[in-house]
């Protein structure tokens, strides 16, 4: 599926999604924003994948904040408070990917773009891509979910700082807060660091990547402990009684001869 600004190819069970609006810095607008969620909502139904990539198109910029031009006619509470909803429900449905969702951070990410980039799994950054939740330089806060995302990742103290404070992180001080999985070097291609982050998930298969999402979801969600085993204990199940788990096992058994 492909639009005039989100475009999507698979490609060795990797599902590649590019919002494609360079010019605007990939900003987020309403209809970019729906189309998220209708393309994460259809691919849940792909149980041919092992993990999705989103990236922005172009180097600057993975993602701007919302359209700020378009969102500036949303005036009254009600107004806002829908505009968040829907965008909610379009991160949600990255959040609720049945596979790991890696954000291919190609450029900088601030605003709502940040928010969009903690929504995902895991972020990989090119090396010059920094990340910013600053909202605050708006006079405005997270919307999105973002901002818990941001806490679970970095904890509650470092967050509220990064918040409070607007600060755009470069790729090192991303890394070293645990924003960032992994950061390109200077003189490496970023799509070679996007394939050697997906490498080692390529030789899964979906049944088991579906099986680790969902507990990572459920822990996620902050489910109890008897949920979060009830699910694991199904996935398990599902995984242990598909052809690809006996014939695992049957190659890793010892040979028979002699």
Same mark, same amino acid.
Do not use: C
């Given at each position: 599926m492909s639009t005039d600004q989100i475009h999507t190819e698979t490609r060795e069970r990797?599902?590649?999604?590019?919002?494609?609006?360079?010019?605007?810095?990939?900003?987020?607008?309403?209809?970019?924003?729906?189309t998220i969620r209708t393309t994460f909502t259809d691919a849940a139904d792909d149980d041919t994948l092992i993990a999705v990539v989103l990236q922005g198109a172009g180097e600057k910029t993975f993602a701007a904040g919302g359209d700020l031009r378009e969102l500036a006619e949303l005036r009254t509470a009600k107004e806002a408070e829908n505009m968040a909803g829907d965008a909610k429900a379009a991160f949600n449905a990255i959040r609720d990917c049945p596979v790991p969702v890696i954000a291919a951070m190609n450029g900088n990410a601030f605003g709502g773009g940040a928010e969009l980039a903690v929504s995902c799994d895991f972020r990989v950054a090119a090396a010059h891509a920094r990340i910013g939740f600053v909202q605050g330089r708006? $006079? *405005?806060? %997270?919307?999105?979910?973002?901002?818990?995302?941001l806490l679970d990742l970095v904890g509650r103290a470092r967050g509220l700082r990064?918040?409070?404070?607007?600060?755009?992180?470069?790729?090192?001080? $991303? *890394?070293? %807060?645990?924003?960032?999985?992994?950061?390109?070097?200077?003189?490496?291609?970023?799509?070679?660091?996007i394939e050697k982050f997906l490498e080692p998930m390529r030789k899964q298969t979906p049944q088991s990547m579906r099986a680790f999402k969902a507990v990572a979801s459920s822990h996620r969600?902050?489910?109890?402990?008897?949920?979060?085993?009830?699910?694991?204990?199904?996935?398990?199940?599902?995984?242990?009684?598909?052809?690809?788990?006996?014939?695992a096992a049957e190659r890793a058994l010892p040979s028979k001869k002699g």
């Open positions: 990797v599902l590649y999604v590019t919002i494609d609006r360079a010019e605007k810095h990939n900003a987020l607008s309403l209809s970019i924003l729906d708006l $006079a *405005l806060a %997270t919307a999105w979910g973002g901002g818990p995302d990064l918040l409070a404070t607007s600060e755009m992180l470069s790729p090192a001080q $991303a *890394l070293e %807060t645990g924003l960032y999985d992994t950061v390109a070097a200077d003189s490496e291609a970023f799509s070679q660091t969600r902050k489910d109890t402990r008897d949920e979060m085993h009830r699910i694991e204990t199904a996935m398990f199940v599902k995984t242990w009684v598909h052809d690809d788990h006996w014939e």
